[in-house]
């Protein structure tokens, strides 16, 4: 679905900077850098866990997935709800090295250095790299709304403190939205605009009212 972030209060802070990744556009540039770990994360179903009070959900998806095609339709990557990984033992290493790559092309924070795994150091600065040059960052300002598809962009936030000698406030809320209801909302108001008249008929009768382009 769509997420919206509202900055309700950020004052006095430093830092504390929300990070968007396109996980989409990451996958396909994951196929091509290291096209053996990017099929490891297709076949090996990771663990994801969700336990709060009135609900307990678990999922077992892999992190990138394909359909009948090759082409990518989805990546499921969310680090705090991940729990223990149920594979065979012989996946174990080959999916904790693909994870570790794919992780570094997702989060610019992580050290640039080759440190302890199973990558060429090559690879391990370029998939770095690609982290840093492909994350969007910006720190929301009292009354601005951040608004993106939950099921595409990796949301995340640089730490924060405090200004040395000041009482700093920061306050932001969150929601979601079907998708589908925000894009049906999105094109009635489109069709309704007075001076609209660039529409596209999408499926003629069946109950058509007018055609728009969106």
């Known amino acids: 679905g769509m997420q919206l972030l509202h900055c309700v209060e950020n004052n006095n802070v430093l830092g504390g ?3 968007l990744v396109d996980a989409m556009a990451a996958a396909h540039a994951f196929r091509r850098l290291a096209p053996d770990l990017f099929e490891v994360l297709t076949q090996c179903p990771a663990t994801f866990v969700k336990q709060r009070e009135g609900g307990d959900m678990v999922y077992f998806r892999p992190h ?3 359909d009948p095609f090759g082409e990518i339709t ?3 990557w969310a680090p705090p709800f991940e729990g223990p990984l149920a594979v065979p033992t012989e996946m174990v290493n080959d999916y904790y090295v693909a994870y570790t790559a794919f992780q570094k092309m997702l989060d610019s924070s992580l050290p640039r250095e080759h440190g302890r795994h199973s990558l060429s150091s090559q690879l391990s600065t370029t998939l770095s790299d690609y982290a840093i040059e492909n994350t969007w960052e910006k720190a929301l300002r009292p ?3 951040l608004v993106f598809s939950n099921r595409r962009m990796l949301h995340g936030r640089r730490g924060f403190s405090i200004k040395e000698g000041t009482t700093g406030q920061r306050h ?3 929601c979601y939205t079907n998708i589908d209801e925000t894009l049906n909302s999105y094109r009635l108001l ?3 605009q007075p001076n609209e008249t ?3 008929i999408r499926n003629a009768g069946n109950g058509s009212v007018g055609t728009y382009s969106a």
């Open 143 to 145: 009354g601005e709304i």
């Open 172 to 174: 932001l809320i969150g």
């Open 190 to 192: 489109l069709r309704n």
């Open 64 to 66: 990138i997935v394909v």
């Open 17 to 19: 900077e929300s990070t």
């Open 198 to 200: 660039n529409f596209e």
């Open 74 to 76: 989805t990546v499921n």
